[in-house]
Structure formats: C-alpha cells, structure tokens
C-alpha cells in the first residue's frame, strides 16, 4: 500500500528561505504536500483543517507564544516540529524536536525530516498514561535506574538517542528529579522498579 | 541603622555575621561602627547584607581589592559553614531516619546523599585549592602572577557545578515521592536544613557571580590593556 504523502508546513516569513526550503522538498524523494505560513495564528488556523505531520518553522515566531506553542503540540501530538537554527535561540529544544541550519545540506534536511516521519509512525498513539508519565517514559526510566546509556537504551526500545533524550526531558519536567540516582529513588517510590533489582 | 534591629528583621543576615567573622553580640552599633570595628568597608557589607534581605545588588558596583580579599575570606567561612555545620547536620538527620524506618529506599537516599556530599567536597576543595588562590594571586598583584596564566575568571564561572540541582532533587524526593510516614519532627528538621543550605548557597553563588567573577574579569582586563 502506498503510504499517504507527508503535510509539510513552513513557517517562516522570509519569502526566500521558504522558496528555497519548498524547492529543496520538492526535489527530494519526500512524496509531501508543502504548505507555507507566516505567522502562528495561519498555523492554528491551517491546523483546524489538516493535520500536518511535520512544521518546519523559524522558531523567533515561538518567541513570547510560548505558552501557546505548547498548547499547540499538546494538542496535535502526532505533528513533529523541525526547527531552523539561526544561531540565536538557545532553548528551543523545548519546542521543537530537532533543528537544522541554512548552511546544511539539502540531503541532510531531507535525511532528517524524513527521520522524524518516520519516528511519528513509531511513536504513534502511546499516550497510556501511569503515574503521570507515559508508557515509553517509564520504558526509558527503567532503563535508566538499571545504569543502561542512552545509546543502549535507544537500541533496545527500536528509537533514535535523539528521542530518548527528549523523554529524558519529559521525565525531569514532570517528576521535578534531574539526576540519574535521584531517578533511581523515584522509580523505587512509585514501584516502577523493584528495589532488588538495583545495586545498592 | 543598629545592626541588632537588622537581625531582628532578619535572622538569615546572623549566618552573613558569621561568613564575615563578625561576633553575635553587636551591642548598640550601627552597621557603620560595626563595619569600621572589623575592617569591612561599608559598601561590601551593605552589598551583601542585601543579598540576603532578597535585593540584587546594583549593577557596575565598583569593589576595591580589599573588598575582595573579604569576599574572599567570606566565602572560605561559608565553605567551613557547609563542610563542619550544615552537611554533618543533614547527614546525621538522614542517618537517623533510615535508623528508625524500614523502607528501603531510604537506604539509597542515604547513599544519594553522601555521593552528592563527595560531590559537593570536591567542589569546595577545588574553589579553596584552586579558584581562590587564583584570585588572591590577582588581587595582589604578586609578581608569579604570569604562572596562572591559563587560568582565568570566566572559567571559574563555568565550572560552577550542579550542587543545588541534587539538592532540589533531594528536597522533591522527601517532598513528593519518598514513602515514609510520621517522625515528624525529625522530618522538619531535615527540611529546615535542606532549605537553610539551599539559601546560603544560593547567596553563595550571588555573591560569586555578581561580585566576585565581574570583578576579576575587570582586573584582567586591566592587565591585559
């Protein structure tokens, strides 16, 4: 079966990084419609209509909406955001779930919206929620306590270390623990681990 | 204004006599006979009693070397505070509560604790044996200055490492997540010792990087003109 074509959006108000990014799509082996936006409420506005699987934006337009911004990828989970890094905003991690430069080269964009495609598909519908983290959390958290690297456990759980980075994010955002063992201890509290199970 | 009824404003401005090796017993001086009876320049003291009263200090605050020196010496008292006071105090807190409860995760607070307390030695050994001696070296213009070249403020700015982190992942745990019931005094007590230690290190570290770094950063730019 053939798989539906990628909804791309951009969201960038400079006509020629938009030309130039589109022409990039266009040429590429990506099968995707590309849509193309200058301000955040033509986003929500485009979003009521069709769901969009990746936004390619400049994130200065994230820039004091960043409330709305969550609000907006709480609300659309499935859609990945791709970031292009002008150098100038240092936090964006948290809204977006990669970036890339206007001196990268077009395979490398292409390679790396393709791999967040691809990571949707994956990820998918797991919203199971268990003690307000969600059920790839908690995989990620065990692997964690158990002293496994990102690596290892990205190879076990079938995802890119970029994404089990962006759990890790998740997990400190929601317990409030930043470090490995006062992970250890949380998951002990809340039973996720069995104590036995850890070196002590 | 009588520096006793500063302390009866605020209680925390005690530990700042301490760190300045200031006696308690202040009798009816104002902060300016006080400050002038221990050597401390008025607008150091101020600068820093403010910092503890919640206020940033005003910006492009010019020190003179002696007043670094005591900040210096100030922040080698805070470091005796952490290492002889308030550390063995949490630790023995913590000894005691995994002594009178049996969840097991106690054990590996405990264990948490002293790896984080390593942690936090290894850092005050290198600001006494390293950063300080930098700084001194700097402020006295001796002549192996050039020695210590490789060394400089702003990287003693980046090395300042994720002491209150762990401790605010120490605070969360008894908070929200560490299943222990009752013993609450003992619990209280701990808190107030975590919450003791997280102020002044905080203000530690205000001190560091509004006082301290800005000011050596301006003496090496000097050098190097």
Do not use: W
Request: proline residues 2%.
């Amino acid at each position: 079966m053939r798989k539906p074509s990628l909804h791309i959006a951009i969201l960038e108000p400079s006509r020629i990084i938009c030309e130039g990014l589109q022409t990039i799509l266009y040429q590429s082996d990506l099968d995707c419609r590309v849509h193309r936006l200058e301000t955040l409420e033509e986003l929500m506005e485009l979003l009521e209509v069709t769901p969009l699987d990746i936004l390619i934006v400049n994130p200065l337009q994230f820039v004091n909406r960043e409330k709305e911004t969550r609000k907006i990828r709480k609300q659309y989970p499935s859609m990945s955001v791709a970031g292009i890094d002008y150098g100038i905003i240092q936090k964006q991690s948290m809204l977006t779930d990669l970036s890339f430069t206007l001196y990268d080269s077009a395979e490398h964009i292409i390679h790396l919206l393709s791999k967040l495609d691809k990571k949707n598909r994956a990820v998918g519908l797991q919203e199971n929620e268990d003690d307000n983290l969600t059920k790839r959390e908690i995989e990620v958290l065990t692997g964690l306590v158990n002293g496994k690297m990102n690596k290892e456990i990205a190879d076990s759980l079938h995802i890119s270390i970029h994404t089990v980075v962006r759990h890790r994010k998740n997990i400190t955002m929601k317990t409030g623990i930043r470090s490995q063992s006062g992970l250890t201890i949380y998951a002990i509290s809340k039973k996720i681990v069995a104590i036995e199970d850890i070196d002590i | 204004m009588k520096m006793a009824d500063l302390i009866d404003a605020n209680p925390n401005l005690l530990l700042m006599l301490q760190h300045f090796n200031i006696d308690f017993r202040v009798s009816d001086q104002t902060v300016l006979q006080l400050c002038t009876a221990y050597g401390i320049s008025e607008n150091l003291f101020v600068s820093i009693a403010n910092l503890y009263n919640g206020l940033a200090t005003k910006e492009h605050q010019t020190y003179t070397r002696d007043d670094l020196v005591q900040v210096i010496d100030f922040l080698k008292h805070s470091h005796h505070y952490y290492r002889f006071d308030k550390y063995p105090q949490i630790s023995s807190y913590i000894r005691q509560l995994q002594e009178n409860h049996s969840e097991k995760e106690l054990k590996l607070l405990e264990k948490f604790f002293h790896e984080y307390f390593t942690e936090v030695i290894e850092h005050l050994d290198y600001e006494d044996n390293i950063a300080f001696p930098y700084f001194i070296t700097l402020l006295t213009n001796e002549a192996d200055r050039d020695r210590q070249e490789r060394y400089s403020s702003i990287e003693y700015g980046d090395h300042h490492t994720d002491i209150e982190m762990k401790l605010k992942d120490l605070k969360h745990l008894l908070l929200k997540y560490v299943n222990i019931e009752n013993d609450l005094n003992l619990r209280r007590k701990l808190f107030f010792a975590l919450y003791e230690l997280e102020f002044d290190l905080y203000i530690h570290s205000l001190i560091e990087e509004t006082i301290l770094i800005p000011a050596g950063v301006d003496i090496e730019k000097g050098q190097n003109a």
